[in-house]
């Protein structure tokens, strides 16, 4: 049997990196079809670097507030991700905002994970603004990336429902369990090409049941 290509993988983070550690779990199972090659912080306390360097992996540091400008900030990611010869980027909790540049050299080679089931709740304070519009569905997508925040075509996305008596943190770890499963099936999509974008619109190819079924606990 050749061997499996593996696409190789930068992921941007900013703190703990709970998703980033998904993805290297992911990616450490025999047959996965991405490799993590290196992980990028914009900040040098972000606990996601120690995550990601007890498994072997090189991280980066780039201090945004050590460049003038967002543009001078991004000229530096986007050089640190071709040094490490990165063919596709995963942002995970990655908390800066990007140039339209950026997201244009990178289009349909960067995906993000949200907290919410987009196109509602954009931005930030995902779950406080779900339960204070009173939604009983709630849950994350994974999408690429473009210049406007929160838009890209949708790769795929889980429900949680939301119950009474919740808080926005009983919430938040509802929705991030599911967080851990679907990035890592959404990336294992696109490394394996069985994703791509037709139009605005991301059409998945030889699904599996599995793959098809919305990812919902019950209640």
């Known amino acids: 049997m050749p061997a499996v290509s593996e696409t190789r993988v930068g992921v941007l983070i900013s703190g703990r990196g709970s998703n980033m550690a998904s993805l290297i779990e992911a990616a450490a199972q025999p047959g996965y079809p991405a490799e993590i090659v290196t992980v990028i912080s914009n900040k040098a306390d972000a606990g ?48 800066r905002l990007l140039t339209p540049g950026f997201t244009e050299k990178w289009r349909g080679r960067m995906i993000n994970i949200h907290p919410a089931l ?30 406007e925040m929160d838009v890209g075509p949708i790769i795929m996305q889980a429900a949680v429902p939301v119950l009474e008596g919740d808080t926005a943190e009983l919430l938040a770890a509802r929705v991030l369990a599911q967080e851990h499963i679907i990035y890592p099936a959404a990336l294992r999509l696109i490394c ?10 991301v059409v998945v190819d030889e699904f599996e049941v599995a793959e098809r079924a919305l990812v919902a606990p019950g209640i």
């Open 192 to 201: 394996e090409g069985r994703a791509r974008i037709e139009g605005e619109r």
């Open 118 to 147: 987009l196109p509602s709740f954009r931005g930030l304070h995902t779950h406080e603004r779900a339960l204070e519009a009173g939604v009983k569905i709630h849950g994350c997508t994974v999408h690429f990336v473009t210049p």
């Open 48 to 95: 996601g670097l120690v995550r990601a360097e007890e498994a072997g992996i090189d991280t980066v540091v780039i201090d945004h507030k050590a460049h003038a400008d967002r543009a001078s900030f991004d000229a530096a990611l986007d050089a640190a991700l071709e040094e490490a010869k990165v063919e596709l980027v995963c942002l995970a909790g990655f908390m």
